[in-house]
């Protein structure tokens, strides 16, 4: 049963980097494409972007300018860099694995395995 | 403002059947299929239906889904008051290139 967790700081300045990482276990982090999403506190869920496992990105275009991603996949890890924090980045921050099912010769994709989350503040 | 569309609010009683409909358009759900997310207060979203009406093992028959043109329902039968949560469509979108969700409804069971 693949779980996923995320680990980082709770709390984080204004003006400053948030680094989070996601560990990956009772799988491998390999063939996958795996994204981060965040959700504000009362409010939805927002993609952040994915990383494959070749390093290969795409990031939501309303955060591209301030993200980053990578991948250790000796270490089964993948990681976010979001900088220029704001207090409109606090938020629970969850990552995800994207699994995909073919159907009719076309790939349907969906998030099925989530971590618990992490909540991370922003403030001074 | 969420890219895909769902009402704020849902209720019903034990018992009944409820719908939650997600209306997107022609580069997610039109496209791609609906996604569906449980979120119960202070835990993670988990997957309830994928692939538009595919249920992972362990989700009740109660809940099941359907896909017509841009727009996806959740429906939910026999509801029960367990089944109080926070209910999230999501699908991938060919102009992103990545994900996009609906704000969310509020199932209330009275």
């Known amino acids: 049963q693949v779980q996923l967790q995320e680990s980082g700081p709770g709390l984080v300045k204004p003006s400053e980097t948030l680094s989070l990482t996601c560990t990956v276990s009772g799988g491998s982090i390999s063939s996958y494409y795996w994204s981060w999403i965040r959700q504000p506190p009362g409010k939805g869920l927002e993609w952040i972007g994915y990383i494959y496992q070749s390093g290969t990105t795409n990031y939501s275009p309303s955060l591209k300018s301030r993200v980053s991603m990578s991948v250790d996949t000796s270490k089964n890890q993948f990681s976010l860099r979001l900088t220029s924090l704001t207090a409109a980045d606090t938020a629970v921050y969850y990552c995800a694995r994207q699994e995909q099912e073919l159907v009719r010769f076309r790939y349907f994709y969906f998030l099925d395995v989530w971590g618990k989350g992490t909540t991370v503040t922003v403030s001074s | 403002q969420s890219v895909l569309s769902q009402p704020p609010s849902a209720s019903g009683t034990p018992g009944q059947r409820v719908t939650i409909s997600c209306s997107g358009s022609?580069?997610?759900?039109?496209?791609?299929?609906a996604t569906w997310y449980q979120q119960l207060p202070g835990t993670a979203p988990k997957l309830l239906l994928y692939s538009n009406d595919q249920r992972p093992s362990g989700v009740p028959d109660r809940f099941s889904g359907s896909k017509s043109g841009p727009s996806a329902s959740l429906a939910i039968s026999g509801l029960q008051s367990e089944d109080e949560a926070d209910y999230y469509c999501?699908?991938?979108?060919?102009?992103?290139?990545?994900?996009?969700f609906g704000g969310g409804t509020k199932l209330t069971v009275l």
């Open positions: 022609s580069s997610n759900i039109g496209i791609n299929s």
């Open positions: 999501a699908a991938w979108d060919d102009s992103l290139s990545g994900w996009v």
